[in-house]
T-cell receptor, first 117, second 114 residues
Framework: AQKITQTQPGMFVQEKEAVTLDCTYDTSDQSYGLFWYKQPSSGEMIFLIYQGSYDEQNATEGRYSLNFQKARKSANLVISASQLGDSAMYFCAMREGRLGTGNQFYFGTGTSLTVIP | GAGVSQTPSNKVTEKGKYVELRCDPISGHTALYWYRQSLGQGPEFLIYFQGTGAADDSGLPNDRFFAVRPEGSVSTLKIQRTERGDSAVYLC????????????FGPGTRLLVL
């Protein structure tokens, strides 16, 4: 089974609108971390936001927020007020296990976001 | 800023040749990771170092792939007898022990095996 599933290969959003990128994960660990990265055409992976499995509040970082639904094992990324510079690939990732126990990350296949002016 | 750096940025080689890819992590980061990213895919884990030792090398596809980190800082990924299927972007990331252990990535090395 896939550890991380991103079901939207491509998404379009109008500039200044909000968009949600879906991510579901699969783990039997109680302790894990969830991450979103942005990869523009230049290729570098840029860290956006983190959610720990024990965090009760949804994570927010500026225009990015993570809609964490633990029972559904989903960790959707919400980008508010989209900008043209948000056009990129977006990857959801998971770190299984307690911190410091071996930190293999699993990545999804990504969602390509295009912001339309 | 002193982010993760990788050299070379691009490498073209012939099938059967040996290549070395270098990663210089963020200063003070004890953990270092190598990933391989094929076109249209997410990064695929290869190996993880904590300090000088390979804590997890379960992602290395076969014994042609090897990585070292002799002094706990710079790491080299070595690929012997390269094959066309090895063509990909090789990403390096580092992280520090802490609340999130977020991985910070370098720009990658684009390897093309002809």
């Amino acid at each position: 089974a896939q550890k991380i599933t991103q079901t939207q290969p491509g998404m379009f959003v109008q500039e200044k609108e909000a968009v949600t990128l879906d991510c579901t994960y699969d783990t039997s660990d109680q302790s894990y971390g969830l991450f979103w990265y942005k990869q523009p055409s230049s290729g570098e992976m840029i860290f956006l936001i983190y959610q720990g499995s024990y965090d009760e509040q949804n994570a927010t970082e500026g225009r990015y927020s993570l809609n964490f639904q633990k029972a559904r094992k989903s960790a959707n990324l919400v980008i508010s007020a989209s900008q043209l510079g948000d056009s990129a690939m977006y990857f959801c990732a998971m770190r299984e296990g307690r911190l410091g126990t071996g930190n293999q990350f699993y990545f999804g296949t990504g969602t390509s976001l295009t912001v339309i002016p | 800023g002193a982010g993760v750096s990788q050299t070379p940025s691009n490498k073209v080689t012939e099938k059967g040749k040996y290549v070395e890819l270098r990663c210089d992590p963020i200063s003070g980061h004890t953990a270092l990771y190598w990933y391989r990213q094929s076109l249209g895919q997410g990064p695929e884990f290869l190996i993880y170092f904590q300090g000088t030792g390979a804590a997890d090398d379960s992602g290395l596809p076969n014994d042609r792939f090897f990585a070292v980190r002799p002094e706990g800082s710079v790491s080299t990924l070595k690929i012997q007898r390269t094959e066309r299927g090895d063509s990909a972007v090789y990403l390096c990331a580092s992280s520090s022990r802490g609340a999130k252990e977020t991985q910070y990535f370098g720009p990658g090395t684009r390897l093309l095996v002809l």
